[in-house]
Every structure is written in structure tokens, then in C-alpha cells.
């Protein structure tokens, strides 16, 4: 009954009818009763005191006032522009209430000489305080109408503002809402667990949530809707895991043979850290079930993943099957080609590259013995998607900082084999804990928690520009010491051209303070032709160049040893996780690195955080942590697409620990009984089935 209530279009509710309705829709996606039910506010106000007119001052938040508008007149200001001013008293003073949309609908409403509370932000001009679009009740309304010591102030849209639909109509939408469903609601968590956790009811929730009574009840309406949100998120998430687990098929990577062994027995370049060990482990018993692999393997820059993806992929050719990296780029994707080679020279294996500016002739051969099964592994960039790329028989799929590829095409990757390949998805730019369950909660994530031993943690310090001599000194005497030298500039889409000029202008100066011949820079930026670019990463990497002077392309896993200083121009012009990324460039060899943040003096209080995060930890999950609370999560990597962060009433960063706590709660609830079918968790099933009729949260990952 109460379900097909709520299913009732908005336009029904008494108070709305089609025009309203129509607005509702367009501008809060509210098209039925439900949806304004679950319309959450975003703040509450303390309306329980009323100020009087001399009591007034310049930046209180929001007022309310007893009193009656005397008058109302049109004034007319600048070209053609006119506002509707009127004067509203109490015995204390006047003040003025503005409109400038909207007058002739406000006029026809406006009641003069009765007694009204107004309600809004106030400004003073001269002597006169003044309130813009000030919502307005009669004083005979406000003494009946369901009211609250804590005020719900829900989100609005401009539209609606000047339509007239402010937050009292809503709020009175609210009201009738509540009146012809009764207030009462279905249950939507078991008894168990409202009893375990001392949650209250639904139905009191969504009452104080809308109608607090008091702090109290409120936080008590909050909590509990903010679990249950998590928590069916959770739900979701990990039932999506077990049923991929059950239902996709792998290839069972039965054995670990001769490749591996060979290769752990004979030509590992040093010893595993004890994290790596347990990563391949992980991976290992992964492909070895009959379950298709999805896997996040997250490790730090210079953590060490490349060795971890190479045994991975011998692993599957031991079993029989080809393997392939994917790289964000070619510079990567080249890097990766060299280093494994060098790795695998002596395994006897076929491994080759492909990228866009692989020659026709090569490949058509690397057409050939993927198809044939002669080439054993593929490594390569977005150049491995093309229809032509077909494995014989492709068994694992390792992607390489997998946040600059699409869910699209990594599903691409899958479509080339009947049984997809395992996939091992690598990634540089730690996830915090709480994004990850969010954000990966159905994959199986895998973490590199420990860097190779005798690594020297990496000096930051941040410098402004005028210290630049200073800086430029300290360069010489590393260079003069056989180190080289990166120096980064900010090439951000937006202002391309500009920034362009910079890193050109940096680049001058830096070649007249550098001078030939007893210095040698390397210049790479991303307009480069890629033949370019690799002939100067060469230049640099064979250690003909001192000064590498770069955009961002070097960001991603470029690997120097030799090079042991980072300099980062308009640093405060970088996110956290680029600086991170940056600064992991160096810090790669035996030799004490360091990292140099150069910024202006201008500085804003989140430039100033993320320069001081920088100088305070080499810890990226840390680092990823404080990124997260600066910018929330919306801007982190990849998650705006993902829908599963348009959450409505929790916040992954503020309530980590509510998250957690569901996350546990789904765990052990479905580890007992994942069908949901125990009598107990009768609700669970209904709610659930409820949950994913309406929202496809199933589709956001591949
Ligand atoms: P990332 O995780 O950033 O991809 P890499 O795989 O490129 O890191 O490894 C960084 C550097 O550390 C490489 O030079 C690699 O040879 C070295 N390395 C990796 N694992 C170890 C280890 N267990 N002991 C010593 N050096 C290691
Ligand atoms: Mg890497």
C-alpha cells in the first residue's frame, strides 16, 4: 500500500499541480512522491529565536524577524534595470526588503500592515539594513505551521527561487506529504541490526530528518540514514564481486612452471620485498581458481609492481597463455618493453612492442605471432585496442596506471577472447581506504605497502621564486656531482598557448644559466612528433643531457636512477597526486634525492596545505588522504563517471567510519547468507531488489 503511494506522481500532492510538478522535475528530479521523501536538506537553521530590527549586524548568517511591511514601491537603477523595494518595521526600527526578479508576482502577493515573520540574510547600506528575496509568512501561518527548532534548508536552484518555489513551499510540500502518507513507511533494515547498532526506525528518521525536533534527534535521523545508505551501497557492491566470482569464468592458471620458477630461481635481479611476495601470492591463488581475476594492485611510486606484473604474466605462459601490458603512454609503454626485456633476457621468450608508431612491416609480424601464438607477450599503449590486435589466446591483462584508461576500453580488452583474460590493473596514485570501497568495492584490491629496502626518503623543500639563485647554485653542485635534473612546468589544458610560453621561456633561461658546453638540457613537452620525444629521454637517460626540462608527460612512471632532483615550477598550479607523482621520478637510485617545490608568495590556504603535505610525508596514501578531504571526492580520478559518489545523504570523507562499518556489516552478513535468503534478512532482499530495479550501480565498472 504505502509503496504505490509513494510511487504517486508529484503533481498529485496537494499544493503542487502540473506547474510546480513540471519545475520539480526539471530542476530536482523530483518526479514522484518518493523522490521528495528522499529529498534530503542539505542544512539546518536555529529558528527559535527572532531578532528584532536594531539587534542587526552585518554578516549574521540568517534572521528572522516579527513585523509588518508598511509599503512597497518600484525603484528603478542603472539601464532599464528595476527592483521592488519594500519597508517592513517592528518597534525598534525599519529596514528594507529588495526584489529584483519576479515583481509583479511578489507585489500581488506582498499583505501590508499585517503582522509577518520575514526570514533571510541581511546587508547594510549606510544606516539601513536590507534583505534580499526574504521569505515571508503571515503571522497566523507561522504559529500553526509544523515548525522546528532546527530549520531544514533544502538545496535550491535559482529557477525555482524566482518561481517562487523557496524553501517554505517546500517545506510545506513536505509537510503534505507527511500528512497523506500518514508518516508511516516501510522498514528497510533488518531488526537485528537496528537493534545491534541502536539505529532508529525508517519511519522516525525520515520524520527528524525533515522535521528535527531537537540536535539530538536529528544526529540520531542522520546516522541512521547515512548507514543504511552506505551500507546498501556495500551490499551491492560486494554481492556484484561474488556473483562475478561465480558466474564469469576464468582460465584456471592450474600450475606455476618453468618460466617462473626459472626465473625466480635464477635471474631475480635482487630479493622481493616480503609485500611483493604477498601481492604475487595473492594473484597467484587468483588465477589459479576458476574465476576470472579482477584485481587492483596498488603500490606506491618505486614500489616496485613491474616485477610483480612480469611473474604474473609467467604465470599465465606457463600455463599456456599470451600475456599483454597496456601503458598510458608510448614513453611508458617503451620503458616497460626495455625493462622487461633486459628482465627476461634470458627466458627465451618473445616479447614485443606495440605502439602508434610501430612500422607497418613490424606490425604485420606482430599481427602474425599473436595469432600463430608465437609472441608471448605484448606490451604496449591504446594501440593493443584495435580490432586487428588478436591473441591466440590471451590469459592475463595487466594495465598500467589504470586511472588514464576508460571502463570502455578496458572492457575492449575482454571482448578479444570468449573467456576474458584475468585482469591486473596497476596503480601509482594510492586510493584512500573509503574511496577504494566505494569506488573498487567489487574488485579484489591487492596493496604494495612496502618500498625495496635501502631507498632513501626523498627531501622536499619549498621554495618561493625569489630564492632562485639559491636554487639554481644547489643545482650546479649536484650536476657537478654526475646528477641530473628534472625541472617541470604546468601544461594544463585550459590555458595551453600560455603555458606553452612558459615552459619555452623556462626553457631559455634555463639554457643561457646552463650554458653549452659545459651543460647539456633535454627538452620534452607533449607537441613533440614521439620519435622526438624518445630520441631526448634517450639523450637523457644515457645520461648526454644534465637537465631534463619537461611538462607533465614525464609524470607517469619514467624511470632514471641517475636522476636525483625534482625541481616543480608553479608547484601550487599542481594537485596533490601530480606533485606526488612527480616527485617520484627521483628518489629511484642509491643517492639521496630531493624535491623542490617552487610557488609564487601568492598563495591560497589550499596551496599553502598541499606544499605543506608535500615537505611533511613521502606517504602517498597519506598524501591521497589529504587530497581527498581538499578537494572531496568528486574531482579524485575517474569517480565523477562512476555515479556510485552522487550519494545523498553520506559523505565518504566525513563519515569514513559510518562506511566502514557498513562495509563490515555487508561482509559478515553476506559471508552468512548471500542470497539474502535467511528469514531475518527478509527486508534486506526486499530492499535490495527494490534498490537495484532503480539505479543501475552494475554498469560502472566493467
Ligand atoms: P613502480 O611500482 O613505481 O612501477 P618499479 O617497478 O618501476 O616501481 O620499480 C622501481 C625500481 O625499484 C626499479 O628500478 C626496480 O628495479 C626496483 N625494485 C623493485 N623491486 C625491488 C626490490 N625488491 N629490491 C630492490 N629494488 C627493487
Ligand atoms: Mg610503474
Known sequence: MQQNLLETPIEYLKGVGPNRGTLLRKELGIHKYSHLLNFFPNRYIDRTRYYKINELQNNIAEVQIIGKIINVKTVEFGKNQKRLVATFVDDTGQMELVWFQGHKWIRESLKLNEMCVIFGKCTSFGNVFNMAHP??????????????????????TETLANRGISNRVINKMMQQLFLETQAKFTETLPDYLTAELKLIPKNAALFYIHFPKSAEALAKAQYRLKFEELFYIQLQL?????????????????????????FYQNHLPFELTNAQKRVIKEIRIDMGSNAQMNRLLQGDVGSGKTIVALMSMLIALDNGFQACLMAPTEIL???HFNGLTELAKELNINIKLLTGSTKIVTRRIIHEELENGSLHILIGTHALLEDKVKFQNLGL???DEQHRFGVEQRSKLWKKNEIPPHVLVMTATPIPRTLAMSLYGDLDISVIDELPPGRKPIQTVHRFDSNRLKVWKFIRDEIALGRQIYIVYPLIEESKSMDFKDLMDGYESISRDFPLPQYAISILHGKMKPADKEAEMKRFHDGKTNIMVATTVIEVGVNIPNASVMIIESAERFGLSQLHQLRGRVGRGAEQSYCILMTSHKLSADSKTRMETMVGTNDGFEIAEVDLKLRGPGDLMGTQQSGVLNLQIADIVRDRDILILARNYALK????D???QNTENAILRATYIELTKKKNIWNYIS
Open 135 to 156: 521569505e515571508i509568512e503571515l503571522m497566523t501561518e507561522h504559529e500553526q505551521s509544523l515548525r522546528s527548532a532546527m530549520q531544514p534548508v533544502y538545496p535550491s
Open 238 to 262: 560486494i554481492t556484484k564481486n561474488l556473483i562475478r566470482k561465480h558466474k564469469i569464468k576464468g582460465h584456471p592458471f592450474t600450475k606455476v612452471g618453468a618460466y617462473f620458477n626459472d
Open 333 to 335: 609503454a617503451n620503458q
Open 397 to 399: 591483462a595487466v594495465i
Open 669 to 672: 552478513i553476506l559471508k552468512d
Open 674 to 676: 548471500a542470497p539474502m
